[in-house]
């Protein structure tokens, strides 16, 4: 089977649009030349479409979704510093290596895993921490943490959010839950190989900047000086130009869909997964109620695994007998879970269809 025939329903990159692949081939221009910062200055516009917000500091960082983690961590926290971090999942597990390495102090709030964070938990943990971190939704778990309580009850505290798996899938706004701090990456929803992490910022995060980044390629005040400053741009970095126009063209296609569209197709496609795998008598992981349609996770059938085979044996034959590829779970959950993407251009009908027929096909 060609690899370009392989429908990627793992957690990870998900199959890009053609307008992105088609993108990749534009003419490769200098990182300063006028039509490329018009084409970057296009794609932040259609960033704060998409992440519902007017930030003027609002790009992609030029490296993955976790590189979007730390710049926004490593700008507002430092020693002596408090931070209050749900933790339901690997990312928010994440979020506590990177802020503990920047000397800041961790208030973890824990949830079991497949479940969702209490908002009011993480409101009640620190009377006065100077961020509150969430993510709202753990690829890890298949659950999603509401973060509009947490913003309505932040009080003085920034509130920073990784949406990764959220932006262009599930309904997200920026601007009106009150996020400071967000990233996300190219990959998951919005349709675009890895490589970029879209970020945005509020006026009153900027104000919060820690005196000077440790980090010198994610300085966002330095970074903020070019992004902002409309027009003349100073030299910082070579943008890494054929993955902006990825971005770009991934973006237009979800506008030109419409946002609202999109997130109702990757709802259609989450809710008939979902529906189908209840049906068949398996058992979803996730919390009822904090399900998130882009990342269904779900019990491994141990009882109905093809005699000889274990669960690692049941995704291979999806990846070399049907093109598709499923994740597994990852830590205490490794082995249990099977995680199923459903995001960006993966997002269609047919390929649940598909993904059904073949677990008929191969599960007893
Ligand atoms: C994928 C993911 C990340 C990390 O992104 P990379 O592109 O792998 O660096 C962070 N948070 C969440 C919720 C993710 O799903």
Redesign the pocket.
């Known amino acids: 089977m060609s690899h370009a025939d392989r429908i990627l329903m793992g957690?990870g990159p998900g199959n890009p649009y053609p307008q992105v692949i088609k993108a990749f081939g534009r003419p490769v221009l200098g990182h300063l030349d006028p039509d490329f910062i018009a084409l970057l200055d296009e794609t932040n516009d259609r960033l704060r479409e998409v992440f519902r917000t007017t930030n003027p500091l609002t790009f992609p960082v030029s490296a993955?979704?976790?590189?979007g983690?730390e710049a926004t961590i490593v700008n507002v926290l430092g020693p002596g510093d408090t931070v209050v971090i749900g933790v339901n999942g690997v990312?928010g597990e994440?979020m506590c290596d990177v802020a503990s390495r920047c000397g800041a102090t961790v208030v973890r709030v824990d949830a079991e895993w497949g479940w969702a964070l209490d908002p009011q938990d993480l409101l009640d943990a620190h009377p006065d921490p100077k961020v509150i971190a969430v993510?709202h939704?753990?690829?890890s778990t298949g659950v999603r943490n509401d973060i509009a309580p947490i913003g309505a009850g932040k009080g003085d505290a920034l509130l920073l959010v990784?949406c990764?798996?959220s932006l262009a899938g599930i309904p997200l706004e920026i601007d009106a839950w009150g996020v400071d701090l967000a990233y996300s990456?190219t990959?998951?929803c919005l349709g675009v190989p890895?490589g970029l992490?879209p970020v945005t910022v509020s006026a009153a995060a900027i104000e919060r900047f820690v005196e000077k980044s440790p980090s010198w390629y994610l300085d966002l005040q330095m970074i903020a000086e070019y992004v902002t400053s409309g027009g003349a741009r100073a030299y910082h970095h070579t943008a890494p130009i054929s993955m902006i126009y990825a971005l770009h063209a991934g973006l237009g296609v979800v506008l030109e869909e419409g946002l609202e569209n999109v997130q109702a197709r990757h709802q259609a496609c989450g809710d008939k997964l979902q529906a189908g795998l209840v049906d068949r008598g398996f058992e979803l992981f996730a919390q009822e109620g904090h399900r998130l349609p882009e990342l269904t996770s779900v019990m491994v059938p141990i009882d109905r695994l093809p005699e000889g085979s274990d669960e690692a044996g049941v995704r291979t034959r999806l990846l070399t007998e049907y093109g598709i590829e499923i994740g597994g779970g990852l830590g205490p959950v490794a082995g249990k879970v099977w995680r199923i993407g459903c995001m960006g251009h993966t997002a269609r009908i047919r390929n649940v269809t598909l993904l059904l027929a073949a677990l008929d096909e191969i599960l007893d």
Do not use: L
Not at 64 to 67: K, V, Y
């Open positions: 957690p993955t979704g976790s590189a983690m990312f994440r993510v939704a753990e690829t990784d990764v798996t990456g990959q998951k890895p992490s």
